[in-house]
């Protein structure tokens, strides 16, 4: 039995205990960075209260630079260039901006297992599937968090993952490079990582857009759900 299947299977004998399956929402236009900190914030709450139902948030950012709990003032580089946003995500310095897709589970880890470590790496398994559903080999590496490829022979990130977990609410998450103008990483070392370059999907598979990524998204969130079951 496929893992989707299985993941429905557990969905259905579970029901009445609470709603197993998150809201899937697509902003329609780039939201600021601090504004959509404050909603995953006040959402958190909600889902850890279980007030509101748990939430996979797909948006983009305008341009912006974020800095996480492990980031050091020597991996900014050009401070001018961008809005420069402390936040309380995992992780060092990182770029948002159009092109990108950024990806929010908000989630109650509370019912889904407890396991921090398990769910980041679930987060890299359902951003390799999606992205091998669109004829990208990615995967992870000793590198660094995230998910990489090769290309030209190099080593290279596409998808950048940093978490922080509230009252067993998961929020932030990962996000993916589609057509972000990759010169706008120049205003920091990106994670930290400065012996390897970034890239993006539109450089891999051209023709290839926001969309495609998100139905493949869609397609394998089932098996991102379970792998987060006890089951």
């Given at each position: 039995?496929?893992?989707?299947?299985?993941?429905?299977?557990?969905?259905n004998t579970q029901a009445?205990?609470?709603?197993?399956?998150?809201?899937?929402?697509?902003?329609?236009?780039?939201?600021?960075?601090?504004?959509a900190v404050r909603e995953?914030?006040?959402?958190?709450?909600?889902?850890?209260?279980?007030?509101?139902?748990?939430?996979?948030?797909?948006?983009?950012?305008?341009?912006?630079?974020?800095?996480?709990?492990?980031?050091?003032?020597?991996?900014?580089?050009?401070?001018?260039?961008?809005?420069?946003?402390?936040?309380?995500?995992?992780?060092?310095?990182?770029?948002?901006?159009?092109?990108?897709?950024?990806?929010?589970?908000?989630?109650?880890?509370?019912?889904?297992?407890?396991?921090?470590?398990?769910?980041?790496?679930?987060?890299?398994?359902?951003?390799?599937?999606?992205?091998?559903?669109?004829?990208?080999?990615?995967?992870?590496?000793?590198?660094?968090?995230?998910?990489?490829?090769?290309?030209?022979?190099?080593?290279?990130?596409?998808?950048?993952?940093?978490?922080?977990?509230?009252?067993?609410?998961?929020?932030?998450?990962?996000?993916?490079?589609?057509?972000?103008?990759?010169?706008?990483?120049?205003?920091?070392?990106?994670?930290?990582?400065?012996?390897?370059g970034v890239t993006r999907?539109?450089?891999?598979?051209?023709?290839?857009?926001?969309?495609?990524?998100?139905?493949?998204?869609?397609?394998?969130?089932?098996?991102?759900?379970?792998?987060?079951?006890?089951?």
């Amino acid at each position: 039995m496929s893992q989707q299947k299985r993941y429905l299977a557990h969905v259905n004998t579970q029901a009445g205990m609470h709603d197993q399956k998150p809201e899937w929402v697509v902003a329609p236009v780039p939201v600021p960075y601090a504004q959509a900190v404050r909603e995953m914030e006040s959402l958190v709450e909600a889902v850890a209260a279980g007030a509101a139902r748990e939430r996979i948030w797909l948006l983009e950012h305008l341009p912006v630079l974020t800095a996480g709990t492990s980031a050091h003032p020597s991996e900014l580089i050009d401070a001018d260039r961008f809005d420069v946003i402390p936040t309380g995500r995992g992780g060092r310095y990182t770029y948002h901006g159009p092109g990108q897709r950024v990806v929010y589970p908000i989630l109650n880890l509370g019912q889904r297992g407890r396991d921090v470590r398990r769910y980041v790496a679930a987060l890299e398994a359902w951003a390799i599937a999606a992205l091998g559903d669109l004829g990208i080999a990615a995967f992870t590496h000793d590198a660094g968090t995230g998910i990489w490829v090769r290309q030209g022979g190099q080593l290279a990130k596409i998808g950048a993952i940093g978490v922080r977990v509230r009252r067993w609410t998961t929020f932030h998450g990962m996000a993916i490079n589609v057509s972000t103008d990759l010169s706008h990483y120049g205003a920091i070392i990106p994670c930290g990582i400065s012996t390897h370059g970034v890239t993006r999907v539109s450089d891999i598979m051209n023709g290839t857009g926001m969309q495609d990524l998100d139905r493949a998204l869609a397609f394998h969130l089932p098996e991102f759900l379970f792998a987060l079951s006890d089951i």
